[in-house]
């Protein structure tokens, strides 16, 4: 089993590792260099997580651009997964990198979003990864929570009935023959910008 580090730590509730035969081998082994993979709860986003940690940048940018063909053919020609429509344009290479500093090749490779986002963590000497790195991961964060507080729901009633007004004078004014359309929108034009 390839040494994934501690990852999984790091994504939250709302993703769950999958088993994907497509990128297997025949011994039913992930090819190199995956070492999991994990899809979303809407199976609109995947990682796959891939452990570069003792590759050397000439190997990283191989294995991505083989991973980038392996991905293509996922896309168009696996079922394993159900309803892929949106998740062919959010499957993301999560690259486990020893860490290297100012290193043009992994930026290069970062920096290209040919066929998928590729994100580069660096690891650590002590082959972790530090938890102040791991907010260039989009699903690190907490959710957004929905808080209804009494002066929000006072603001969403004055704006609900402000609209209203301005939509039965604004029918009102349209239905009048001998008002110039132009003029009336160019001035809600320049009031609501």
Known sequence: MREIFNIKDFFTKDYYEVEIESFKNSEGIYIEPIAKIFLHNSKNEMYII????????????????SMEKEIISFVNF??????REYMKY???????????KNELGLFEIEKSKQVCRKIIMNISDNKKIK????SILPFYFN????????????VEKELGIEVEMLESVFSTVLCEKDINKEILYRWLDNEYR
């Open 50 to 65: 891939l452990s570069c940690y003792d590759m050397v940048i000439g190997s990283v940018k191989d294995a991505v651009a």
């Open 131 to 134: 938890k102040e790195d791991a």
């Open 143 to 154: 959710e957004i929570q929905q808080v209804k507080s009494e002066e929000a729901i006072s």
């Open 90 to 100: 959010n499957i993301n290479l999560l690259l486990l990198c020893k860490e290297v």
């Open 78 to 83: 696996s079922d394993e997964i159900d309803d």
